[in-house]
Structures are given as structure tokens and as C-alpha cells.
């Protein structure tokens, strides 16, 4: 995948284009202690508008809401820092399909210590 872009069968993408808010949650292995969180888009990128700690089922805790900087980029890992550190083992990321038209692809989701 990166440093490929364009439509790679590989990556996520939403059931269809264009559809409004969707979304995709990731579980790690374990839970680890994180400082950030990051994603890759080498298709579409910009849409994310949210993202949240789904590590424990009875409450999902917000890390991250805004406006996505990979906007109108080819490619681009986006990395926001987290107000505190905290342990993480799943996520769902929030994906506003309206913003940019056509197909919006997440190669990649992950953690970062």
C-alpha cells in the first residue's frame, strides 16, 4: 500500500461512496498505553471526523473530533496527540463520506506508544 496511492483493494472503505457517516472499529492484540493515535489515507483522504477508545463495552470514550488535515492531500498519516496518555486496545473511527465525493480509503490505523 503506502507509499502507493489511489484505489487500493487492500485498504477499508466504506459499504458505498458518498453515503454519510460511517465507520470502522479496529482491536489491537493487547492493550497498550498510547500517547496518539494514527490513520493513513491514500484514497479520498479527509474524511475522518471522529475517533473514539472503544476499549471498554460499556462506554465508548471520544479522543479526537475535528476536521480532518489530510484534506485534498494524495496521501497522508494523521496523528493527534492524545490530552493524556491512556491504555487502548480498540477504536472507531468516524468517517463524514459527504466531504469528499467518490470512494475515502483507510489504509492504515494504529497506535502509538
Known amino acids: 500500500m503506502y507509499p502507493r496511492t489511489g484505489d487500493i483493494p487492500e485498504a477499508w472503505a466504506p459499504r458505498s461512496a458518498d453515503a454519510g457517516v460511517q465507520h470502522i472499529t479496529v482491536s489491537f492484540g493487547a492493550a497498550i498505553p498510547v500517547r ?3 490513520w493513513l489515507a ?5 474524511t475522518v471526523v471522529r475517533v473514539d477508545d472503544v476499549s471498554n463495552p460499556s462506554g465508548a470514550v471520544t479522543l479526537w473530533t475535528g476536521t480532518d488535515p489530510s484534506a485534498g492531500q494524495d496521501a497522508c498519516a494523521v496523528e493527534p496527540t492524545l490530552a493524556a496518555p491512556r491504555t487502548i486496545q480498540a477504536l472507531r473511527l468516524y468517517l463524514d463520506t459527504t466531504y469528499i465525493p467518490g470512494w475515502n480509503e483507510l489504509d492504515a490505523i494504529g497506535l502509538i506508544p
Do not use: S
Open 36 to 38: 496518539a493515535v494514527v
Open 42 to 46: 491514500t484514497f479520498g483522504p479527509g
